[in-house]
């Protein structure tokens, strides 16, 4: 079965961090590119993050830019968020998803994604 699983979510203190990870199973992610997104209590889901397949070029929304860097590990079928010096708003569910980017690129556009995991919670509070 094709699935997405995150993981790495917690409690942290403003400030501390989180390394959030997406392992894929059933398929391999090395054609795809991943993106992060995060929805927070009473908000609309938002693009965080992606990381391409091939170039390894990223993309951040200007919210978390310096604090979160993507990275993925192809031999481990993982992609990775390392999240710093986080807030109180980045509480969130956070979710991975994958697509189809043999070319380079990547983009956060929810209809364009293949596979979605379920999420993970991230609660920053001191």
């Known amino acids: 079965q094709e699935q997405l699983v995150e993981s790495g979510g917690g409690l942290v203190q403003p400030g501390g961090s989180l390394r959030l990870s997406c392992a894929a199973s059933?398929?391999?992610?090395?054609?795809?590119?991943v993106a992060w997104f995060r929805q927070a209590p009473g908000k609309e889901r938002e693009g965080v993050s992606c990381i391409s397949s091939s170039d390894d070029s990223t993309y951040y929304t200007d919210s978390v830019k310096g604090r979160f860097t993507a990275s993925r590990d192809n031999a481990k079928n993982t992609v990775y968020l390392q999240m710093d010096y986080l807030k109180p708003e980045d509480t969130a569910v956070y979710y991975c998803?994958?697509?189809?980017?043999?070319?380079?690129?990547?983009?956060?556009?929810?209809?364009?994604?293949?596979?979605w995991g379920k999420g993970t919670l991230v609660t920053v509070s001191s």
């Open positions: 059933g398929f391999s992610l090395d054609v795809y590119a």
């Open positions: 998803a994958a697509h189809f980017g043999s070319s380079g690129g990547c983009y956060v556009y929810e209809p364009g994604m293949d596979y």
